[in-house]
T-cell receptor
Framework: AQSVTQLGSHVSVSEGALVLLRCNYS??????LFWYVQYPNQGLQLLLK??????LVKGINGFEAEFKKSETSFHLTKPSAHMSDAAEYFC???????????????FGKGTKLSVKP | NAGVTQTPKFQVLKTGQSMTLQCAQD?????MSWYRQDPGMGLRLIHY???????DQGEVPNGYNVSRSTTEDFPLRLLSAAPSQTSVYFC???????????????FGNGTRLTVT
């Protein structure tokens, strides 16, 4: 069965500092991977997705993630944090049998990002 | 387009009461799903539908029923509410299996349910 592990339920960075949110997956076959962001009292929005093309994926708001098969990781990074990045971030995997469809996503437990002025 | 609309935004129920959480989308999406979000648990899939007349169970289906009589609507029914069903519920949609490759899962803004 596939699963997603996000290391760290809370991450705090200073404004302008590097953001690194960790995600590891387990899957017997290469999965499709996603990062979603949730702002307070809102639903989730897609940040970026990996679908077996380029291993370095660029998303919205300056975020990017790198798929590393050898490490089974898909960590999310942003070079310089902004106050508006404060939110909860979810890593998710889509079972390969769904052909990359974003139905039936399996979500990690989320990482809350705080940004200090 | 309004996207995915969930009603109500907030609801308080007593144990044993029943209610229906409404979800509607105006994007002609085939795929719709319900998730519940609990602190420290991420989102867990309750039920999903790949088209009108077709529904299936997700990871945590017990205590919930769904139906999909139209493409637009996918209501979630709580048959006999329990305190363990206190949660935030999200409805989501996408164009459909195999055709949503380049399309994100669209989420509603959630229904916050408290069962006392």
């Amino acid at each position: 069965a596939q699963s997603v592990t996000q290391l760290g339920s809370h991450v705090s960075v200073s404004e302008g500092a590097l953001v690194l949110l960790r995600c590891n997956y387990s899957s017997s076959v290469p999965p499709y991977l996603f990062w979603y962001v949730q702002y307070p009292n809102q639903g989730l929005q897609l940040l970026l997705k990996y679908t077996s093309a380029a291993t370095l994926v660029k998303g919205i708001n300056g975020f990017e993630a790198e798929f590393k098969k050898s490490e089974t990781s898909f960590h999310l990074t942003k070079p310089s944090a902004h106050m508006s990045d404060a939110a909860e971030y979810f890593c998710a995997v889509s079972p390969p049998r769904h052909g990359g469809s974003q139905g039936n996503l399996i979500f990690g437990k989320g990482t809350k990002l705080s940004v200090k002025p | 387009n309004a996207g995915v609309t969930q009603t109500p935004k907030f609801q308080v129920l007593k144990t044993g009461q029943s209610m229906t959480l409404q979800c509607a989308q105006d994007m002609n999406h085939e795929y719709m799903s319900w998730y519940r979000q609990d602190p420290g648990m991420g989102l867990r899939l309750i039920h999903y539908s790949v088209g009108a007349g077709i529904t299936d169970q997700g990871e945590v289906p017990n205590g919930y029923n769904v139906s999909r009589s139209t493409t637009e609507d996918f209501p979630l029914r709580l048959l006999s509410a329990a305190p363990s069903q206190t949660s935030v519920y999200f409805c989501a949609s996408s164009p459909g299996m195999g055709r949503s490759y380049n399309s994100p899962l669209h989420f509603g803004n959630g229904t916050r349910l408290t069962v006392t």
